[in-house]
């Protein structure tokens, strides 16, 4: 198996795990969380589709998904493509509020057809264009969705784990 393919897989098995995260809750489940401060499986499920929205359409120079529909309309929020939940306080987290487990999933769907699309443009040559000269050493593509990809496996477990606490 080639690296493009290893990616490939590995942001696979992100909608799967939002999937059983996500699938037969409720609004109100979606929203709780454990103890005050915590994120709720609907702000972790919209924050690892939106950071992977965000940074998947830097690097193809493409347009977010998340602008090319009514995506924010039915999580209740403004269409802004710059707010990915990165550096939200506990209030913005809880004015995630979709209008059901479906609109999640339909998003981090769109979003991963998106990225499977992205790549499968690339070339194990592209894995080592620097992305960001700004980090030392600098960062290239294929440690960007390196990144990218743990960054929403952690997410996705996070949600199964307050899916766990709920007893859902």
Do not use: K
Not at 4 to 30: F, K, M, N, S, W
Request: charged residues 20%; hydrophobic residues 45%; proline residues 5%.
């Amino acid at each position: 198996m080639d690296a493009i393919a290893v990616l490939t897989e590995a942001y696979a098995r992100v909608p799967e795990l939002a999937h059983r995260a996500v699938d037969g809750l409720t609004a109100e489940q979606l929203s709780w969380a454990p103890v005050e401060g915590a994120n709720p499986i609907a702000w972790l499920i919209w924050h690892l589709a939106r950071g992977q929205d965000a940074q998947i359409a830097e690097l193809a120079g493409t347009e977010q998904v998340y602008a090319t529909g009514d995506w924010a309309a039915s999580f209740g929020l403004r269409p802004d493509p710059a707010d990915t939940g990165y550096g939200h306080d506990s209030a913005a987290v809880h004015a995630v509020r979709p209008a059901s487990p479906q609109a999640l999933l339909d998003y981090l769907d769109a979003v991963h057809e998106a990225t499977r699309a992205f790549l499968g443009t690339l070339t194990a040559a592209d894995l080592d264009r620097v992305v960001d000269d700004s980090w030392d050493p600098p960062v290239t593509l294929g440690a960007r969705l390196v990144s990218i990809v743990d960054d929403d496996v952690q997410h996705a477990g996070q949600a199964a784990y307050v899916r766990g606490l709920q007893g859902a």
